[in-house]
Antibody, heavy 119, light 107 residues
Framework: EVQLVESGGGLVQPGGSLRLSCAAS????????IHWVRQAPGKGLVWVSR????????DYADSVKGRFTISRDNAKNTLYLQMNSLRADDTAVYYC????????????WGQGTLVTVSS | DIQMTQSPSSLSASVGDRVTITCRAS??????LNWYQQKPGKAPELLIY???SLQSGVPSRFSGSGSGTGFTLTISSLHPEDFAVYYC?????????FGPGTKVDIK
């Protein structure tokens, strides 16, 4: 069974940093692209970033470019999102999602981790 | 960036009703269109990919159609567990944008 478990969320002050993790199991992690998608409270889904299977290629939404960095450790079956210079509008539940086709489709999702940016 | 719109933004329906949700892209995205269902407090789930392909395990009452800029998600006969928010998403090019969602609730 495909499992994705996010962790690392919490309360952080504006301008602060946080690193999210997404632990994968139940599939061959290094065969798949993985995405980060976020959802502000009561709002819709927003794609944040994606990384290809070997970590050599990444993409970001304009709203996080230069502040967030996606990475992966295929030996540990873990995805990361390093978030710097956090702002109040980064407050959201962050989901990691596996892309079954390497084409921008989010086929399996984790349960999400809440990031709150507030003073 | 490709903008996605959905209509209606919400609808009320009864169990057994046929429901259709429309999604439009600001430019042609061929068939690079996915549909997701999200229930309160839960992660989204993939229903349809590549505009019309049913994700494994998804009931056959869900179907998708369209190409280019116009797409539809149809639920042929609404079940109680189908009351949720539905999102379309384009996978044609980054940033991979979502529609604003359509909330389906009980009439």
């Amino acid at each position: 069974e495909v499992q994705l478990v996010e962790s690392g969320g919490g309360l952080v002050q504006p301008g602060g940093s946080l690193r999210l993790s997404c632990a994968a199991s139940g599939f061959t992690f290094n065969n798949y692209w993985i995405h980060w998608v976020r959802q502000a409270p009561g709002k819709g889904l927003v794609w944040v970033s994606r990384i290809n299977s070997d970590g050599s290629s990444t993409d970001y939404a304009d709203s996080v470019k230069g502040r967030f960095t996606i990475s992966r450790d295929n030996a540990k079956n873990t995805l990361y999102l390093q978030m710097n210079s956090l702002r109040a509008d980064d407050t959201a539940v962050y989901y990691c999602a596996r892309d079954p086709f390497a084409m921008g489709t989010m086929g399996s999702w984790g349960q999400g981790t809440l990031v709150t940016v507030s003073s | 960036d490709i903008q996605m719109t959905q209509s209606p933004s919400s609808l009320s329906a009864s169990v057994g009703d046929r429901v259709t949700i429309t999604c439009r892209a600001s430019q042609s995205i061929s068939s690079f269109l996915n549909w997701y269902q999200q229930k309160p407090g839960k992660a989204p789930e993939l229903l349809i990919y590549a505009a019309s392909s049913l994700q494994s395990g998804v009931p056959s009452r869900f179907s998708g159609s369209g190409s280019g800029t116009g797409f539809t998600l149809t639920i042929s006969s609404l079940h109680p567990e189908d009351f949720a928010v539905y999102y379309c998403q384009q996978s044609y090019s980054t940033p991979f944008t979502f529609g604003p969602g359509t909330k389906v609730d009980i009439k």
